[in-house]
Structure formats: C-alpha cells, structure tokens
C-alpha cells in the first residue's frame, strides 16, 4: 500500500502511521495509537528488569554434600539474574550456638568467590540469620 493512501486510512481512523522496521525494504509501518504504542514499549522494558529474590533456607547443621546442593541452587538464581536470600533457621537451644551459623555463612561465600555482591552480610533477626547476595 502506498504511503499516502496509509497516511490517509490513519488520519480517517484517528491513528497514526508507525514505522516499524526502518532497516529492511518496504519499512515496515503499522496503523495504531503512538500513545498506546510507546506504553507498551515501556512497559515491556520494565519488565525485563525485574529482579526477583530467591530464597534458600539452612539449617546450622548442614551436612558438606547438602551445602554444596544449595550453593548450586544460589549459583543457578544468580546466573539466572535474580538475588538470593539465604536464611538460617535455629530451633530450640541452636540459637546459643550462633558462630556454627556464621561458619557456614562464611563457607558458602568461600564457594561462590568472584560470582556475587554479598548486597547484605549476615545478620541475627529473631531466631534466624539472613545475607542476601546479588549478582555481578
């Protein structure tokens, strides 16, 4: 369709005439709303940016091989583009023993050097300890 005869079906539509593909011959062009069309634009960006955070619960007595597993977990959420939440879950009378939690903190950052932002370090809240880790 020529040029003018779109230009003309947009304007007896209330529409415009929207260049779609500039790099290809024809262009490519649609007949829509251009307020319309920018907001779905913008709203597509935005949605890509989104950055979910995954969690991962411990325990203070983990066991190396179900360690490595959940640092595979982080290593996936990480890669993956999100945050992960780690938190350590303290039952009756563990939470005397908090250094055993903070040693396993310290492991799982020593297992995935060079991959992440520790974006919070680990802390006590309540009856568990949570660090939040963000990636490069």
Known sequence: MPIGDALRIAGERGLDLIEVASNVIPPVCKILDFGKYRYQISKRQTQRKTIDI????????????DLGLKVKNIRRFLDDGNKAK?????????????ELGMKVFGRITQLLTGKFNLEQAPRLEGNRITMVIAPK
């Open 54 to 65: 995954k969690e991962v619960k411990i325990r203070p007595q983990i066991t190396e091989h």
């Open 86 to 98: 780690v938190t350590m879950f303290f039952k009756g009378r563990e939470i005397v023993r908090r």
